[in-house]
C-alpha cells in the first residue's frame, strides 16, 4: 500500500527543474581607455593590454624624459603629445608589423598621471599642485584644494601657455554647475583672492565688515547689514572711498532713491546717519 501511494505521488510531483545551461563565457570587448583624450607627457605611466594574449598584458610602462616608451622587446614608441586613444592605435600598428598578432585588440590607459600639473594659490586650505588627468573640472580642482573661510566669490586663472590669458570665474556659478565649460591645461594658475569688503557703520541693526563682488548695490549692502534701525536718518546715508594708497579721497552723500543703483566698492565705508528728534 504504501509502495503503490508513495509511487502515485511521485508521478503528481512536478519536474525538476534543471539550471539552465550557462553560456560559454564571452571574450569582453575593452572598456574605452580611462581619459582617452588625455595628452601623454614624461614621467606619465601608461597601462598596456592586449585582450586575449596574457603574455602582452598588462604591461606598465614609463614615459621617459624623451617622451618615448619601450614596449617589452617589441619596439619604442614616441607617447608624449598623443592622447591614450592614438598611442593605443599605435601600439596595435606595431604589434601587427612586427608579426606577434594578426588582429589584436589594445586598450591603453593612463595608470598614473604625472606630467600634467595645475596649481592652486590663494585664500584656500590648500595651496599646491594638482595632477590634471584630462577630466578635471576647474570646481574639481577647487573642490580639492578647498576654500577657506576668506575666500572670495571670485575665481582666477592665468594661463601663459601659448600666451598669457587670464579668465574669471564666479565661485557660486562654479558650485551648483552653471559655470560655462573649462578646460584645465598643464601650467594653469588657478588664484582664490580673498573675499573684498565694505564696512557698514552707524544707525543699521548689524554694522560690520561685508562682503561685496563687482556689481553689489548700496541696496543690497545695506540689507545684509540688517537694514536701518529706528534711530536712522534715511537721507543721511554718505560712502567714504578710499585711494590705492587707503587714504580717503571721496565723500559720496547718495540719496535714498540712488540706493539701488549706487555701486559699492571694496574698501568704501559707508556711514549712515543720525536723525535728529
Known amino acids: 500500500m504504501l509502495t503503490a501511494l508513495s509511487f502515485v505521488l511521485l508521478l503528481q510531483a512536478p519536474p525538476v527543474q534543471q ?3 550557462q553560456a560559454p563565457p564571452q571574450q569582453a570587448p575593452p572598456a574605452a581607455a580611462q581619459n582617452a583624450d588625455y595628452v601623454i607627457g614624461p614621467q606619465d605611466k601608461i597601462s598596456i593590454t592586449v585582450i586575449g594574449i596574457p603574455e602582452f598584458s598588462p604591461q606598465n610602462v614609463l614615459v621617459d624624459n624623451a617622451g618615448m616608451i619601450a614596449y617589452l622587446d617589441v619596439g619604442v614608441l614616441k607617447a608624449a603629445g598623443k592622447t ?5 592605435a599605435e601600439v596595435r600598428q606595431l604589434l601587427i608589423d612586427k608579426g606577434q598578432a594578426v588582429n589584436p585588440t589594445v586598450q591603453v590607459d593612463v595608470a598614473a598621471y604625472r606630467s600634467q600639473t595645475v596649481y ?4 584656500v586650505s590648500h595651496p599646491q599642485g594638482y595632477a590634471v588627468t584630462g577630466n578635471e573640472t576647474l570646481m574639481n580642482v577647487l573642490a580639492q584644494a578647498g576654500f577657506a573661510p576668506s575666500a572670495g566669490q571670485r575665481v582666477q586663472v592665468v594661463r601663459n601657455k601659448p600666451a598669457h590669458q587670464e579668465f574669471w570665474f564666479d565661485r557660486h556659478a562654479l558650485e551648483n554647475g552653471t559655470a560655462p565649460s573649462f578646460q584645465l591645461q598643464d601650467g594653469d594658475a588657478i588664484i582664490v583672492p580673498e573675499a ?3 564696512i557698514v557703520r552707524g544707525e543699521v541693526k548689524s554694522p560690520g565688515m561685508y562682503e561685496v563682488s563687482t556689481d553689489t548695490t548700496l541696496l543690497q549692502l545695506l540689507v545684509m547689514a540688517g537694514d536701518f534701525n529706528d534711530r536712522a536718518a534715511r537721507g543721511a546715508v554718505t560712502v567714504t572711498r578710499k585711494n590705492d594708497q587707503g587714504k580717503p579721497v571721496d565723500r559720496i552723500k547718495v540719496k535714498s532713491n540712488d540706493f539701488a543703483t549706487f555701486i559699492v566698492k571694496p574698501g568704501d565705508v559707508i556711514s549712515v546717519g543720525r536723525r535728529i528728534l
Do not use: M
Not at 592652486?120 to 585664500?123: A, D, P, Q, Y
Open 196 to 198: 573684498e569688503k565694505a
Open 19 to 21: 539550471p539552465p545551461a
Open 120 to 123: 592652486v594659490s590663494g585664500s
Open 84 to 88: 591614450a586613444r592614438q598611442l593605443q
